[in-house]
């Protein structure tokens, strides 16, 4: 049993997961996609549940990491169009696609209802690291001068990350970038715009 | 047959697609649900997907009808308090749950990926709707002299929607009204603003 194998079943689960959504895909499905036989996956999970925990640990890594390591570590420019780079990059990975398939942990998030608590746990701290690393930036963004925050960095970040989720789940339905255009023109035009007499 | 039963199977439909999602739900849970026999169901709809369809158009018309009948028809009050109100009206519904189950026009457009254009089709005249009911709203505010739009009344609606379909994916893995507190600091407080200087 190598690593590899366990890597690859997160892998493929996570294609798959994104796609079809988390209840709607069947181990067997995700077995034949990663060439992984049944007694493979049960040396490395219990059950689909605890497959699905796991995901949301490999994903969550995934997407936390980006998140700090643009956000969070050194860079030159300023932090304001480092924010905006950072949105742009997402939004390009997200309309290349033929159809757009969403955040994977923004889906894993719209059928908790379904899911249950036990992944509620796992995925809200993905989340809170989303909005620490935003409220980061808007943070160092107004010591550097580069703009005057209305409210609070962290309930700015929420609000931000929270209309980025938004925009994504809109892109589905439109199927162009306009939720990207007005997420951008409110949020970078207006929201973080430097505001005069206050 | 009587309308009843069509209706009793869209309504049971519903419920159990708003917590489970589409792709999740079996027909057989929704037959037992409405207390409908199988040949009753082929009856009324041709297939799970008719079914899916014909759902989207039942939800749809509930949902626009609450926009249009709250903010494109006559009342008393400012503009801008009335869209706040149905908000709020909103809030109240989604944070009485015990657990936050969503929009259900946002939860299928989630699962679009998986359940493809023809859903896709039937959801974004829905969006549109509730687009054109809230631009409606900030036109007649601006008009009012309430507001000065700092963009496009019809962007702005745009953004707005969106941005309330992200709080709805936030309330899910909060489970507290915190989304619902930035959203309103945001828009209201914020976007829009009696703006000076402009």
Redo the contacts between chains.
Sequence with gaps: MSKQTKVKLLKEGARLI????Y??TGLSAILKAADVPKGSFYYYFKSKEDFGLELVDYLGAQINGAFEGYLCKEYSGTTINRLKEFFSFFEEEFTTEE????CPI??L??????IGEKF?HK??PV?DEMYKCVAYSLQKAEEDGEIIL??PAE??A??I???????L??L????NS??F???N??VF???LKKI??Q
């Design positions: 994104r796609m079809n959504g209840a709607a159809f757009p398939f969403g923004g889906n998030t719209q059928e908790l209802a379904a509620r995925l809200q989340f209305p409210f309930e700015m929420r609000f990350i929270n209309s980025w989720q938004g925009a789940v809109a589905k339905v439109s199927n306009k939720p255009k007005v997420f023109e409110h035009g207006l929201l005069d007499n």
